[in-house]
């Protein structure tokens, strides 16, 4: 569930509705047998399949990987040769290749079977050819690879900050290594089964990823500063209820299926993965417990989710507690020595309580112990900004940012200077609410500078947190990609304006431009740009909006069939923030959506009411409606006001598609809204919410109500319950070992349109989890196919 402009838009605002768009409803679940997706099609369009056509683009985003003294960085440039590594001096612009590409490919194929693949690995270390591959490091003289006499790191270890030694996990418990001896040192002898140190909660939506690639995680632990302390956690799973999965293809060859056994809390489930807090001494090999009983995990851990801070002395840490519906949230800090604990600050709602309006983003919270402040984000006003905040007492001493506009991403921190650097949405020129600029703001005045003022999304590198994340950073020798140079002087985003391709820019701290880096190039062709539209959702008051992409060439009225693009939220929107978003995920939609329009299909993508990045209020419409995910009445509307738009669109031909909680919404779209939608695919849905992962349905539906009769307040978001209603085609799909979404309950809402006696078309994959079976080219294909079965005309009565 979790996983998951623009060029003028038309004024549809306050268009009237189209309430039966002169067509007869067809019967109940009528199906409309058509020449599908043909070989000839499908070489048509393989070219805009999303793993062909980004390699027709050259860079569309410049990741600035920054050197220590903050005067330059390097970055990858993808053209249409391949990759070239690119020093750039911060003060000037002036740009160089590090060295030619193709020799250190022949340099790589002596230290690797596969140099191509080790290119997208390779960091540099410095200037003057040391490079970083797979935590060792190299001298490049432009022909030959020479080892560098130093220890390697492990991405399944911590290394210490001053790199002497490093954690390691071994049976649950906790190891410590020296890394110039190799001598291991156990710290830790208390490990049971589902009882370990340190270690990813089976719930963190990828374990059967973790466990089939043989991914070997580092502790899931916080070095402090000195050194010698290291901020960690024992997980208690013992008593959360089994998991299984069956993997009816077993990687090994072997015939007879396997099952797999973790542990993961439904919704209302009583008992939940938990966390015991400890700093371990890693000299005496002491543990001091934090007191006040373990804490929540979600989906991962706080550490995890960079929710955890160390002070500047390692006398203390910092972690956000919270409670399993996330309706509150408070900063805590633990003393070291005594594991005593303190309550700074605290943040309440009747919904939820955010840190980051975004799944899986980093907190929008710094602590700054030095002068006893913090940074705290909070949506009090109603909007999302941040508050400077006294360490010692919890009181606010300043609201940093206000207006109605939000805050999305602190990206930097200048404490000397106290001015904070980030993203915000709503406050530039652009045509939508969601686009982003960089800002910068005075701690203590509130003084708001926007960097960024041209229209268009300000696109820069953001790292998902994570056991991905943990495992990234544990294996790199060198810096990682930042939008902002490390003393603040300097910053590198990529402009990604609604009608061109995106172009990278060198900036000083003011904003003044340096040197123009890059301008994406692409030599694939007749690409179609979306146009952005904008409406009145449902309520007839609240400003909706939605891209558009239209094929060129198909003019008449009623001739364009369209297909919307839906995931709900309520963590994120669907909308792409820019025309080729460089994030694979987000490029693929685009690419996606080109495909279609050269199949004469049209693509819509609407972002309604209850989703976030705007006021609190309108994300708040969420909680309590999984029944209506994203508003589908608000979706019904904008559909129709889109045809009052757009002539050309045939609104007997409307098919929505989606994964994971879209698919959820694109089948309950079908169930609902049948006169809006006449076929549906949808994927991996979470089609019963007390069916899955509690952390997510509990902090959008809230606490699971049993009443007297037996029924509960989850009920109406079962998509089973509506199976009776369903008319039109639905093709339900699902990979059979998804660990995020249960191929249950795919499986149960077959079973009642079984029951029901309806017909729907049904897509099983063996050996695809959550984010295999989205991306498959085989599922891509069968989808694609069902939609031109679905949406050419009706040729008969």
């Known amino acids: 569930m979790i996983r998951p402009k623009c060029a003028p838009r038309p004024t549809a605002a306050g268009s009237p509705a189209i309430s039966r768009w002169a067509r007869t409803a067809p019967p109940p679940n009528k199906e409309v047998v058509m020449t599908g997706l043909t070989d000839e099609l499908w070489a048509q369009i393989a070219p805009l399949m999303p793993w062909n056509l980004r390699k027709t683009f050259t860079t569309l985003r410049v990741d600035p990987h920054w050197f220590p003294d903050s005067r330059g960085f390097w970055y990858r440039r993808q053209t249409a040769e391949g990759v070239e590594f690119v020093i750039v001096d911060a003060e000037s612009g002036d740009q160089r290749l590090a060295f030619a590409t193709d020799a250190l490919s022949r340099a790589l194929a002596a230290v690797t079977t596969e140099p191509e693949a080790a290119l997208e690995r390779v960091e540099l270390l410095d200037r003057d050819g040391l490079i970083g591959l797979d935590g060792r490091s190299y001298s490049f003289d432009g022909e030959t690879l020479t080892l560098q006499a130093m220890p390697r790191v492990s991405s399944d270890a911590l290394t210490s900050p001053d790199g002497t030694r490093a954690l390691l996990r071994k049976d649950g418990d906790l190891w410590l290594r020296d890394v110039a001896s190799g001598t291991e040192t156990r710290l830790t002898q208390s490990a049971e089964p589902h009882f370990e140190w340190a270690k990813s909660p089976d719930q963190n939506l990828e374990s059967m990823r973790i466990l089939r690639e043989g991914i070997r995680l580092p502790p899931i632990a916080q070095w402090a500063p000195d050194g010698r302390h290291v901020l960690t956690f024992r997980l208690d799973e013992r008593n959360v209820r089994s998991f299984p999965m069956v993997q009816n293809v077993p990687d090994d060859g072997s015939r007879r299926p396997v099952l797999h056994d973790l542990r993961i809390a439904f919704t209302g489930d009583v008992d939940l993965p938990m966390a015991h807090q400890a700093v371990i001494d890693t000299l005496t090999g002491e543990i001091v417990w934090q007191q006040g009983g373990p804490v929540h995990v979600t989906e991962t851990s706080l550490i995890e989710r960079a929710e955890t801070w160390w002070s500047h002395d390692s006398s203390r840490f910092y972690f956000v507690d919270h409670d399993r519906y996330e309706q509150w949230i408070a900063l805590i800090e633990v003393d070291r020595t005594t594991g005593a604990r303190r309550e700074i600050i605290r943040e309440t709602s009747d919904y939820f309580v955010d840190v980051n309006m975004e799944y899986a983003r980093r907190p929008n919270i710094m602590i700054l112990d030095k002068s006893d402040e913090a940074i705290w984000f909070s949506q009090r006003d109603g909007w999302a900004h941040l508050y400077l905040v006294d360490l010692s007492s919890g009181a606010t001493k300043q609201q940093i940012t206000k207006g109605a506009w939000v805050v999305r991403d602190i990206l930097a921190l200048d404490e000397e200077a106290r001015t904070v650097f980030f993203l915000a949405g709503g406050i530039g020129k652009n045509q939508t609410p969601y686009q982003r600029s960089l800002c910068s703001a005075d701690l203590d005045t509130g003084e708001v500078t926007v960097l960024t003022p041209e229209a268009g999304d300000c696109d820069v590198p953001l790292h998902v947190v994570g056991w991905e994340d943990m495992v990234q950073r544990a294996g790199m020798l060198g810096a990682r990609s930042h939008s902002i140079s490390p003393d603040c002087a300097y910053f590198v985003y990529s402009h990604a304006p609604p009608d061109r391709l995106p172009s990278a820019r060198l900036c000083r701290r003011d904003g003044s431009v340096i040197a123009e880096l890059e301008t994406a190039q692409s030599t694939a062709n007749d690409l179609v740009w979306p146009a952005t539209f904008s409406t009145l959702a449902a309520d007839n008051a609240t400003e909706i909006f939605a891209q558009v992409w239209l094929p060129k060439d198909k003019t008449a009225p009623a001739s364009v069939p369209m297909v919307e693009l839906i995931y709900p939220g309520p963590q994120c929107i669907e909308q792409t923030l820019s025309p080729f978003p460089a994030d694979a995920g987000e490029f693929a939609k685009a690419a996606l959506a080109n ?56 609104p007997a031909r409307i098919a929505i598609m989606g994964h994971s909680a879209g698919g959820h919404a694109a089948a309950r779209a079908l169930f609902d809204h049948p006169d809006t939608y006449s076929a549906a695919i949808a994927t991996a849905g979470s089609h019963d919410p007390q069916l899955y992962n509690h952390c997510w349905p509990e902090k959008w539906q809230g606490r699971l109500v049993r009443h007297a009769d037996g029924s509960t307040n989850y009920d109406a978001a079962d998509n089973s319950s509506r199976a009776e209603h369903l008319r039109g085609a639905l093709l339900l799909g699902h990979g059979d070992i998804d660990d995020n979404v249960h191929p249950a309950q795919t499986q149960r809402l077959a079973a009642a349109l079984i029951k029901a006696g309806k017909t729907f078309e049904m897509l099983i994959t063996p050996n695809d989890d959550h984010y295999t079976f989205s991306r498959s080219p085989y599922v891509l294909r069968r989808e694609i196919d069902f939609l031109l079965r679905q949406l050419q005309p009706e040729t008969g009565g």
Request: aromatic fraction near 4%.
């Open 595 to 650: 495909a279609l329009v050269r199949l004469g299909i049209g693509v819509v993508i609407i972002d309604a009411r209850g989703t976030p990045f705007r006021e609190k209020a309108l994300h708040d419409l969420c909680h309590g409606q999984l029944h209506n995910p994203g508003h589908l009445n608000d979706h019904a509307k904008a559909i129709a006001d889109l045809c009052a738009a757009y002539p050309q669109i045939d």
